[in-house]
Each structure stands twice: as structure tokens, then as C-alpha cells.
């Protein structure tokens, strides 16, 4: 998405300053068109001031968090802040904290998710042709990925030791894509027992089972059942 805009100055520097101040962006992102240069006059008359045409094309992760400022807004919820840094390999991750902030989240993220997939297609929305390159965005609210990471592998853990103890398959509660690697990434590292996934869309569950392939000489230590 482009932004274009025209600015008047004393100078064309003037213009540009302004222009980038309006546009909060560096001026140097600005492709810049003077209109007309600027005059001085004498004693006050003729002065005429510099005219330009700018133009700025938003970044993909400027434009999820406009989408996400305006959830906010909307929402009416106060004083949460947004912000976004690199993630890895050139993504960017957008965190919002502040009270009620949670409210974004909902049971188990589906809010989360449902909002960062929406905000994947406001970032990588091209209008009328434009070249855009394709952007990543994660979003966190309140740290909850880092959270739900901990309980998930925590999980994976006391239901793996479930599996040692009793012999016995244990089938999770259903989960998406991300949480579904978290799990069996866990797993990789314990002896005896492996996992899939079955079901479809967003019934798919994961399934500990003994594996006989692995070396079962050291048993997955027990942990509390609660």
C-alpha cells in the first residue's frame, strides 16, 4: 500500500522534513517530487514556498500493526502498547501488553491465532500490483507464547511417563499445527515413546504410544498426575 502525499515549506528540505514527520517514517523511505522550488522574495514579497509530492510504500509489518491497533481500538481497551521487533529469519514478532490484554487472547490462544492469521493477510496485502515482500508476523500477547510453550512440553513430559507406566496410548485434546511441534518435539528426546497425529483440520490430536524401536532401558521419570 502506498502512501502519497504534498507538502509545503520554506524549502524543499522544509517540505521533506514535514512530510517525514507527518508519515512518521525516515526521509530517506520517502521518493520525493518537487512541484515547485521555493522563492525568498525581497523584503517579504514574492516569497513563495517549495511544494512537494511524496510517496511511501508501507512496510507489510506496519500494516499488521495498523490492523492490530485498530482491533484495539475498536475493542476500546486502554492502555495496552504494541510494538514489534526481528524474529528469526527476518520475521517480525508484534507483542501487546497491558491490563486486560488477556482479553486478546482467548481459551488456549484461539483468539491469538484468529487475530495473527488476520494480521498475516493485512501485512502481505498487495494493492494494485504492488511488489511486496512476503513477511511472517507472530504475535504475543502478555508473553503467552513463551507460556504455553513451558505447559505444553510439561505436558508432553507427564503424559509420555503416562504411557512408560501404564502401557498405554494417550491421545491429547485437539490442537493446532504449532502446539502439535511443540509436542512432538518434546517427545523426540524421550526414550520408548513416539507420537502422531491423526484426525483432520482442527480435530487433529496427537497420540503417545510405546515404541518398541526405541531403546526402553530408561524409563521416563514419573511426574504428578494432577
Known sequence: MKKELIMTGKTVEEALKKAAAELNVAEEELVV???EEG???FLGFGSVEAKISVS???KGEDCAVAFITKIIEDMDLQGLVIGKKAGNNDDVVITVDGENAGLLIG???ETLDSLQYLANLAANKKVNGEKREYVKITLDIEGYRAKRESA???LARRMA??????KKSVMLEPMNPYERRI???EVQGIEGVSTNSIGSENNRRVVMFLDDSKAASAPVA???ED
Open 161 to 166: 511417563a503416562k504411557v512408560v507406566k501404564y
Open 33 to 35: 517530487t518537487v512541484l
Open 152 to 154: 505444553l512440553r510439561a
Open 107 to 109: 481459551h488456549h490462544g
Open 56 to 58: 511511501y510504500s508501507v
Open 183 to 185: 509436542i512432538h518435539s
Open 222 to 224: 514419573e511426574e504428578s
Open 39 to 41: 522563492k525568498k522574495g
